[in-house]
């Protein structure tokens, strides 16, 4: 091999030499900042769990209950009457008692508007979205006039009655729906197992469970044919 045929070789090695290290240090580079994203991206995904989750532990989470309760109500009450028609139901037991001859009448409620106040009141509402405080707002104010002009029975009461149940409408279904989104951002539906709530096309939660004569009827069999308890 002659001086020239040398000097050939080693400028070939020499690049070759340096392409290695190059695409080393390209490989190198690309893995650091893909882990460098990956570190970023599970970072910020964490804190987004863990913001939606105080959001939903804070605000919807108890709001959500107390429709639950109410709807659970109104399917063994009175499911004839549409959350369209009563969004906030309120639910009075009138028990009648005869005494020294005179009838007295005690009214015990099982569901009261109240109970669904108190609960927006102790939401976290600095986690409520805008359209959840506006709500809100407007909300206590109507109940407010309401209440300020109920024996009057004016223009302003029917007013603020008629756009109370209207807010109310709005404030089911924007709980329904934000309960159920964030439930959703932080995969929760796809442990859930028990299926038997809907949220109907109006946005309206309702429960699903059969009450149907033939499924009572099977209940009460299974249950008279069940030994006494000792």
């Known amino acids: 091999m002659n001086v020239e045929e040398l000097t050939r070789q080693l400028m070939l090695e020499q690049i070759i030499s340096t392409?290695?290290?190059?695409?080393?240090?390209?490989?190198?580079?690309?893995?650091?900042?893909?882990?460098?994203?990956?570190?970023?991206?599970?970072?910020?995904?964490s804190k987004n769990?863990?913001?939606?989750?105080?959001?939903?532990?804070?605000?919807?989470?108890?709001?959500?209950?107390?429709l639950v309760r109410q709807e659970l109500y109104?399917?063994?009450?009175?499911?004839?009457?549409?959350?369209?028609?009563?969004?906030?139901?309120?639910?009075?037991?009138?028990?009648?008692?005869?005494?020294?001859?005179?009838?007295?009448?005690?009214?015990?409620?099982?569901l009261d508007r109240e109970d669904f106040i108190n609960t927006i009141?102790?939401?976290?509402?600095?986690?409520?979205?805008?359209?959840?405080?506006?709500?809100?707002a407007m909300y206590k104010d109507a109940i407010k006039l309401e209440e300020e002009f109920s024996e009057k029975k004016n223009e302003i009461f029917w007013k603020a009655t008629t756009i109370k149940c209207d807010i109310e409408k709005d404030l089911i279904k924007e709980i329904v729906y934000r309960y159920n989104y964030i439930y959703k951002k932080l995969g929760l539906?796809?442990?859930d197992r028990l299926c038997k709530w809907r949220v109907n096309k109006e946005g309206y939660f309702y429960i699903d469970y059969d009450l149907a004569p033939e499924r009572i009827e099977q209940i009460k069999r299974l249950v008279d044919d069940s030994p006494p308890t000792s």
């Open 19 to 45: 392409k290695v290290e190059w695409v080393t240090l390209v490989i190198g580079t690309t893995l650091a900042l893909i882990t460098a994203v990956a570190g970023v991206y599970k970072y910020y995904k």
């Open 121 to 136: 009141d102790k939401i976290n509402i600095g986690l409520a979205s805008s359209k959840l405080v506006t709500l809100i």
């Open 49 to 66: 769990e863990e913001a939606r989750t105080e959001v939903l532990k804070q605000v919807y989470a108890p709001l959500y209950m107390i």
């Open 74 to 110: 109104r399917k063994l009450y009175i499911e004839s009457v549409s959350p369209d028609e009563a969004p906030i139901l309120e639910l009075t037991n009138r028990h009648q008692q005869l005494k020294n001859n005179q009838f007295t009448e005690t009214a015990e409620k099982i």
């Open 189 to 191: 539906h796809r442990k």
